[in-house]
């Protein structure tokens, strides 16, 4: 199943409620929820308080980001706050092991992210515990910037390396992401596409509309 995650990192804050509502009607499964700590990246965006409130306006997946140094130390948080699934950046982790399992004894779904210079071999021994991967098609740390083409091999050697293993691991894309290239990133193989400011600058329902559209086209 092709999966819409709108990034909230690119709605109007002011609005953040009913921007959430209005894609979740259009019919986006999942919301992505970029939690940056302002040292794994440079920016810092928002925490626990806001996942919780924004936790009553919807029952769309909550698909937490986490772009923040040792994330194992909030695990619990992040799910007290309404999170399903945790993603974790492979480089943002000392024993990734240990915190990807902090996440599935903690009863969610768990995620690692990879920077695009990351490269896939980092997964070798983890591949088989996890629900998804995230491939950053952008350095993290901001919304808005352009799509890195090189990040498409990536997807595409991933996939098959989950092929390869019998596996149904999903994989995210995040970065840059919009109705021009995301054909290119289906075909790719990736099955989860996060964007933000393709949603939610401008009209976020109709936008989160012609994702589902082509979708559509490879599902019928
Ligand atoms: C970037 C974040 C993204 C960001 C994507 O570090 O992880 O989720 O919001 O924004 P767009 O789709 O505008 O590139
Ligand atoms: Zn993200």
Same mark, same amino acid.
């Given at each position: 199943m092709?999966?819409?995650?709108p990034?909230?990192?690119?709605?109007d804050?002011?609005?953040? $409620?009913q921007?959430?509502?209005d @894609?979740?009607?259009a019919?986006?499964r999942y919301i992505h929820?970029?939690v940056?700590?302002g040292a794994?990246?440079?920016?810092?965006s928002?925490g626990?308080?806001?996942?919780a409130s924004l936790r009553?306006? @919807?029952?769309?997946?909550?698909d937490?980001?986490?772009?923040?140094?040792?994330? $194992?130390?909030?695990?619990s948080?992040?799910k007290?706050?309404?999170?399903?699934?945790i993603c974790?950046?492979?480089e943002?982790?000392?024993?990734?092991?240990r @915190?990807v399992?902090q996440?599935k004894?903690?009863?969610l779904k768990?995620?690692?992210?990879l920077?695009p210079?990351t490269?896939?071999s980092?997964?070798d021994c983890i591949l088989?515990?996890?629900?998804m991967?995230?491939?950053m098609?952008?350095?993290?740390?901001?919304g808005g910037q352009?799509f890195?083409p090189?990040?498409l091999?990536?997807?595409?050697n991933?996939r098959s390396m989950?092929?390869?293993r019998g596996?149904?691991?999903?994989?995210?894309v995040?970065g840059?992401?919009t109705c021009?290239?995301?054909?290119?990133?289906?075909?790719?193989?990736?099955?989860?596409f996060?964007?933000?400011s393709?949603?939610f600058?401008?009209?976020?329902?109709?936008?989160?509309?012609?994702f589902l559209?082509?979708f559509?086209?490879y599902?019928?």
């Amino acid at each position: 199943m092709l999966i819409l995650a709108p990034s909230i990192l690119a709605a109007d804050f002011k609005n953040l $409620g009913q921007q959430v509502t209005d @894609t979740a009607n259009a019919g986006a499964r999942y919301i992505h929820l970029d939690v940056m700590d302002g040292a794994f990246v440079p920016s810092i965006s928002f925490g626990m308080p806001v996942i919780a409130s924004l936790r009553s306006c @919807t029952d769309r997946i909550f698909d937490v980001h986490m772009m923040v140094e040792e994330p $194992g130390r909030y695990i619990s948080d992040i799910k007290a706050a309404g999170a399903d699934l945790i993603c974790v950046h492979a480089e943002a982790c000392r024993h990734l092991d240990r @915190t990807v399992n902090q996440i599935k004894e903690a009863g969610l779904k768990a995620g690692v992210a990879l920077n695009p210079a990351t490269p896939l071999s980092v997964l070798d021994c983890i591949l088989p515990e996890l629900d998804m991967v995230l491939i950053m098609t952008v350095n993290p740390g901001f919304g808005g910037q352009k799509f890195i083409p090189y990040t498409l091999e990536k997807v595409r050697n991933l996939r098959s390396m989950i092929k390869q293993r019998g596996l149904e691991t999903d994989i995210q894309v995040d970065g840059g992401v919009t109705c021009d290239n995301v054909r290119d990133l289906i075909e790719a193989g990736a099955n989860v596409f996060v964007a933000g400011s393709a949603v939610f600058k401008g009209d976020a329902a109709a936008n989160t509309r012609k994702f589902l559209d082509i979708f559509e086209e490879y599902e019928r």
